[in-house]
């Protein structure tokens, strides 16, 4: 079974404190992407990966950053802490698109409640 | 830039029952992939049922069907003979069949099932 797993489950933070969130899959995805979860906004896109050392932009990367040094790790990195960041953060994961939508689907992590105070 | 909509926030179904659930989508795209996943209390989100958009046949998987009409953009799941553990956040996704592999989510649709 694939296995997408997310460093903390609960994390809490000051206002202005500097914050890594780490995700690590074991399937050999080349595909790695942060949402962020919000009550009555569904999912949007923060940043995503498809290689080591690359990244793109998702809907929302205001605020944060990203690192993928080993192709199993992607972290989300919030650079200076603030309130309105507080949510639920998930990671996913996935086979760089081949053509197979069933070898194409994202795999979730549990995901990381983060609140900053 | 494509758009989904889930215009149930909540929905609530006996169990054993058969419940639909909507979803919405707006692009200019001829060619994509709809999803819907789920995500239980415990908060893992998981793949549902998939459907490429140039297939005419819907999707089945076990109780979950969808209903794709690609002409109304309309994307519903159909969950048959309704269970206690089907009860989580349901979203309905987008995705580009070409390019950028991002999805496009929905807002969501609390599914409740009453014993």
């Known amino acids: 079974d694939v296995k997408v797993t997310q460093s903390s489950r609960y994390l809490v933070k000051r206002t202005g404190e500097k914050v890594f969130l780490e995700c690590v899959q074991d399937?050999?995805?080349?595909?790695m992407f942060w949402y962020r979860q919000d009550p009555g906004l569904g999912l949007r896109l923060i940043y995503f990966s498809y290689d080591v050392k690359m990244k793109e932009k998702g809907d929302i990367p205001e605020g944060y950053s990203v690192s993928r040094e080993k192709k199993e790790r992607f972290s989300l990195i919030l650079e200076s802490a603030s309130t309105n960041q507080t949510s639920m953060y998930l990671c996913?994961?996935?086979?760089?698109?081949?053509?197979?939508?069933?070898?194409?689907?994202?795999?979730f992590g549990p995901g990381t409640r983060l609140t900053v105070l | 830039a494509q758009t989904v909509t889930q215009s149930q926030p909540e929905m609530s179904v006996q169990e054993a029952e058969t419940v639909t659930l909507s979803c919405t989508y707006d692009?200019?795209?001829?060619?994509?992939?709809l999803f819907w996943y789920k995500q239980p209390p415990s908060r893992q989100m998981i793949l549902v049922i998939r459907?490429?958009?140039?297939?005419?046949q819907n999707a089945t998987e076990n109780r979950f069907s969808v209903n794709f009409q690609k002409a109304a953009k309309s994307f519903s799941l159909k969950i048959s003979d309704s269970q206690l553990g089907d009860a989580a956040m349901y979203f309905c996704?987008?995705?580009?069949?070409?390019?950028?592999?991002?999805?496009?989510f929905g807002t969501g649709t609390r599914l409740t099932i009453i014993p």
């Open positions: 996913a994961s996935s086979f760089l698109t081949s053509g197979n939508l069933r070898r194409d689907t994202q795999y």
């Open positions: 692009t200019s795209e001829s060619d994509y992939y």
């Open positions: 996704a987008y995705r580009s069949r070409f390019g950028n592999e991002k999805l496009t």
């Open positions: 399937m050999d995805h080349e595909n």
């Open positions: 459907q490429e958009a140039y297939k005419q």
